[in-house]
């Protein structure tokens, strides 16, 4: 048996437009409010008079959740994976980039725009002027290079996510 989950996760294009503008700031992942729609399914969808279909939650909200506020989109896909036909490995995988994003969503790990932020503050060629050099542009692909490859490890950014598992 298969189970559906028909949900709404449709916003106005005026909550778009306001989402984009907060996610244009730095360190919004972990500061920013953003809408999002209150009751993600069809038969949640009544609302009592005069309450809003959207509200403004965090995105550790919208991922994870909140008990009683939001059930929150992962543990929706654990749901979902529940209820389909998915062999063990295939649900180890998924379940293990599902947690990396639960992780960077509640501000345990770095998004990784705030982790190139701190390796160029960090680099000895930058002067605090705002200029991305071509050294510190080079060390900064090579750096995510070597991560990829599993040469160098990266806590902060992708937990104890084994590069085995990128590849």
């Given amino acids: 048996m298969k189970l559906v989950f028909h949900s709404i996760l449709s916003l106005a294009q005026i909550q778009v437009d306001e989402n984009i503008k907060v996610a244009e700031k730095r360190d919004s992942a972990r500061e920013g409010m953003f809408y999002f729609r209150r009751k993600p399914f069809p038969d949640d969808c009544e609302l009592a008079a005069g309450e809003p279909e959207y509200e403004l939650m965090t995105i550790d909200t919208i991922v994870n959740g909140k008990e009683g506020h939001f059930p929150g989109l992962i543990p929706l896909m654990n749901r ?88």
């Fill in 80 to 167: 979902y994976l529940d209820s389909v036909d998915v062999d063990a490995e295939t649900r180890c995988t998924i379940s293990v980039y599902l947690k990396l994003i639960q992780r960077k969503a509640s501000g345990e790990l770095m998004t990784t725009a705030r982790w190139m932020r701190e390796f160029i503050r960090s680099h000895h060629d930058y002067k605090q002027d705002s200029v991305v050099s071509e050294l510190i542009n080079y060390d900064l692909m090579c750096a995510f290079d070597r991560i990829m490859r599993g040469e160098q490890t990266c806590h902060e950014l992708v937990g104890d996510l084994a590069s085995a598992s990128i590849n």
